[in-house]
Antibody
Framework: QVQLQESGPGLVKPSETLSLTCTVS????????WSWIRQPAGKGLEWIGR???????NYNPSLKSRVTMSVDTSKNQFSLKLSSVTAADTAVYYC???????????????WGQGTLVTVSS | EIVLTQSPGTLSLSPGERATLSCRAS???????LAWYQQKPGQAPRLLIY???SRATGIPDRFSGSGSGTDFTLTISRLEPEDFAVYYC??????????FGPGTKVDIK
C-alpha cells in the first residue's frame, strides 16, 4: 500500500520561502507524476503543480512564478518550494500521486494526510 | 481555463436517501477526464470515481458517476452514516492542469 507523508515547517514568515517534502513509502516513486495540492481552512482544493520522476514539471499558472518542485528518486521523495509567501498561502498542503488508466485523464489516487502551513510573523 | 461549478452547495438528507450531486463545466470536458472525491473533516480527499463513471478500488457500488460534455453527476444510491462529507469534482485539462469544483457538502437532515 502506497503511503505519502508530508514534512516541513508549520510556520513560515511573510516574504520567505515555504519548503515541504513528501516521502513515498510502500512503492516506488518512479514512473509516476507527483503533485502538491493545497486547501485553505474551510475552502476548496487548489492544484499547485506536478513533477514526473524524470524531473519534468507543470505548474498552476497562478502560482508558477513562485513555485519550484524537485524530485529525489534515491530517497523516494519529492519537494515543493513556494517563494515570497503571504498570509494567503496559509493552508493545508497535501502531496498526492497522479495516476491514470489507459484512455483516462489523470486523477489523484493516493494522498498524504496533509500538513498545515501558517504564514505569520 | 475550464471552471467547474458544483450544485447544490449543501445537500441535507437522511440516511437511506438518495443523493444526486451535480458538476458542471464551463466548456466541454472529455468524460474520461472527470473524477470525484470525498473529503471528511480533518482528512485528505479520497478518490471515488475516475473517468466519470469508473469506481476506484474499494469504493462501494452505492457510489456511481455519470455524465458527458459539460454535465456530470455523482449519485449515492442510499446514504450510509459514513457518507456525510464534502464531495469535489476534478477535471484534468490540457496545458496540462487540474481544476477542482468548489464542493458539495452532504449533511444530515
Amino acid at each position: 500500500q502506497v503511503q505519502l507523508q508530508e514534512s516541513g515547517p508549520g510556520l513560515v514568515k511573510p516574504s520567505e520561502t515555504l519548503s515541504l517534502t513528501c516521502t513515498v513509502s510502500g512503492g516506488s516513486i518512479s514512473s509516476y507524476y507527483w503533485s502538491w495540492i493545497r486547501q485553505p481552512a474551510g475552502k476548496g482544493l487548489e492544484w499547485i503543480g506536478r513533477i514526473y520522476t524524470s524531473g519534468s514539471t507543470n505548474y498552476n499558472p497562478s502560482l508558477k512564478s513562485r513555485v519550484t518542485m524537485s524530485v529525489d528518486t534515491s530517497k523516494n521523495q519529492f519537494s515543493l518550494k513556494l517563494s515570497s509567501v503571504t498570509a494567503a498561502d496559509t493552508a493545508v498542503y497535501y502531496c498526492a500521486r497522479a495516476s491514470r488508466k489507459y484512455g483516462s485523464g489523470y486523477y489523484f489516487d493516493y494522498w498524504g494526510q496533509g500538513t498545515l502551513v501558517t504564514v505569520s510573523s | 481555463e475550464i471552471v467547474l461549478t458544483q450544485s447544490p452547495g449543501t445537500l441535507s438528507l437522511s440516511p437511506g436517501e438518495r443523493a444526486t450531486l451535480s458538476c458542471r463545466a464551463s466548456q466541454s470536458v472529455s468524460s474520461s477526464y472527470l473524477a470525484w472525491y470525498q473529503q471528511k473533516p480533518g482528512q485528505a480527499p479520497r478518490l471515488l470515481i475516475y473517468g466519470a463513471s469508473s469506481r476506484a478500488t474499494g469504493i462501494p457500488d452505492r457510489f456511481s458517476g455519470s455524465g458527458s460534455g459539460t454535465d456530470f453527476t455523482l449519485t449515492i444510491s442510499r446514504l450510509e452514516p459514513e457518507d456525510f462529507a464534502v464531495y469535489y469534482c476534478q477535471q484534468y485539462g490540457s496545458s496540462p492542469s487540474f481544476t477542482f469544483g468548489p464542493g458539495t457538502k452532504v449533511d444530515i437532515k
